[in-house]
Each structure stands twice: as structure tokens, then as C-alpha cells.
Nanobody
Framework: QVQLVESGGGLVQAGASLRLSCAASGRTFSSYAMAWFRQAPGKDREFVATINWSGSSTYYADSVRGRFAISRDNSKNTVYLQMNSLKPEDTAVYYC?????????????????WGQGTTVTVSS
């Protein structure tokens, strides 16, 4: 089973950038799609972005498309989320997850392992 550890969260002002990292343990990291989800206080978890097993295909939620970029380095067993032009509504706990397939989806039910999350707070 893959274990995931997120890092890189913090408190920033609106308009700033942050890069989140998710380090994975396990031999099969490079075989599966990865994704980022987030959960704001009092709200349901929502999909942010996904990347396929090789890194050649990505997909984003409308709310972050054009501002966020997901990438992966299979040699380092790490997936990243570059977040630019942050807004107060991006404030949430961000979770990475590993899929059971080579291509990801926006549905959380298709992901088999989750990290503990890293908190991002964007002040106005």
C-alpha cells in the first residue's frame, strides 16, 4: 500500500504562490494516477487536479484551471501542486491521493490511499 505525506502548506496573502509536495512510499507509485483534493472549513471535499501515471495528461477543476499546475517526478516518488494567484477561497486542507488506475478522475471514490493533508490559508 502506498503511503502519502503532504507538505508545503502555509499562510499567504492573496495573489501569492505556494507549491505543495506529496511524497509517496511504495514501489508502485509510478504506475498510478495521482490527484489533489481539498476541503474547506464546513464544506465537502472537492477535486482540484489529477495527473496520469506518466505525467503526460492532467485535468483540473474549473475553479483552479489556469492558476494551479499539477506535476510529478516518478524518480522521486513525488507529486506537486504549484498554486499561483491564490485567492481567499482557496483556503482549505489539501490532500493528495493515489488512484487505482493509470488515469485519474474527479471522483474521490476512485482513489485508494490518502495523505493526512496540509493546510493552506490565504488572507485577503
Amino acid at each position: 500500500q502506498v503511503q502519502l505525506v503532504e507538505s508545503g502548506g502555509g499562510l499567504v496573502q492573496a495573489g501569492a504562490s505556494l507549491r505543495l509536495s506529496c511524497a509517496a512510499s511504495g514501489r508502485t507509485f509510478s504506475s498510478y494516477a495521482m490527484a489533489w483534493f481539498r476541503q474547506a472549513p464546513g464544506k465537502d471535499r472537492e477535486f482540484v487536479a489529477t495527473i496520469n501515471w506518466s505525467g503526460s495528461s492532467t485535468y483540473y477543476a474549473d475553479s483552479v484551471r489556469g492558476r494551479f499546475a499539477i506535476s510529478r517526478d516518478n524518480s522521486k516518488n513525488t507529486v506537486y501542486l504549484q498554486m499561483n494567484s491564490l485567492k481567499p477561497e482557496d483556503t482549505a486542507v489539501y490532500y493528495c491521493a493515489v488512484s487505482e488506475a493509470r488515469y485519474g478522475s474527479s471522483s474521490g471514490s476512485t482513489y485508494k490511499s490518502w495523505g493526512q493533508g496540509t493546510t493552506v490559508t490565504v488572507s485577503s
